[in-house]
């Protein structure tokens, strides 16, 4: 009953943290915010485990965003947003095989594995700066636009929550001892602070510099990190 209330009151802050958005409507816009809220549920939070922490969270996640995207295009076709969930995909996969080539604990596809590891630190020479790189490429899709919808600026916080969590998990526990209650504390609002620092401001100035740019940061960020994955 206690992690209940406590999964129901961390869902209530996302949306007071996506700014305040309420929905009251019909069932297919519902849809549209539940899926996307419900993919919160699977990502950690700094040094916090994820409310539902398993093995296939990974999937459990992409599976919340896309019925979020099947709620809000269900009286239209979007292919341009069913194309960036695709990316975010692959670059996930792409992500689950270079971890498991670098041996991190843990249990793949759960997304805890690149909060308990993060990425960067076991990264070879190449691959450090590859996955900086790609980091840049995937930004413009987290970024958050004045013109939005509810459901879409809670998918796109959903998107730069889950680049946080993969990326740049990194917390302050660690580094200054705190134990108890505070060192997880601490990790939880810096991991949200970070998050809102992508979302609000990253974000839209990476979206700004436009596709090629973003292209052209993938194009190479994908070869270094392929070459550290093959041994080259």
């Known amino acids: ?17 996506a700014g305040g958005q309420f929905w009251r409507g019909r069932p297919w816009p ?24 398993f093995t296939w969270s990974g999937p459990a996640y992409w599976l919340g965003l896309a019925l979020g995207l099947l709620g809000r295009t269900a009286r239209g076709r ?32 759960g997304l805890s594995v690149f909060a308990a590891t993060p990425l960067l630190t076991q990264a070879g020479p190449k691959a450090g700066p ?3 790189c790609l980091f840049l ?16 600026l809670l998918t796109r916080f959903s998107i730069s929550a889950f680049l946080i969590s993969v990326f740049f998990p990194f917390g302050l526990s660690g580094l200054i001892g705190a134990s108890g209650f ?7 609002f810096l991991f949200w602070g970070k998050v809102l620092i992508l979302n609000r401001i990253i974000a839209p100035r990476l979206a700004k510099a436009g596709r090629r740019a973003a292209m052209a940061w993938a194009a190479v960020g994908i070869p270094l990190l392929a070459a550290d994955f093959f041994g080259y």
């Not at 960036?84 to 095989?97: E, G, I, T």
């Open 78 to 109: 979007d292919p341009e947003t069913w194309l960036q969930l695709l990316v975010l995909v692959l670059a996930w996969l792409f992500l689950c095989f270079y971890a498991l080539k670098r041996g991190l604990p843990g249990d793949l596809p």
């Open 182 to 188: 505070l060192g997880p504390g601490l990790d939880f």
């Open 137 to 152: 490429a995937l930004g413009p899709l987290a970024a958050r636009r004045d013109a939005d919808s509810p459901a879409p």
């Open 30 to 53: 519902g849809l549209g915010l539940a899926g996307p809220l419900a993919g919160f549920l699977f990502l950690p939070n700094g040094s916090l485990p994820p409310f539902l922490d």
């Open 1 to 17: 009953m206690v992690t209940l209330f406590s999964a129901l009151a961390y869902l209530a802050l996302v949306l007071l943290l």
């Open 130 to 132: 590859g996955l900086v």
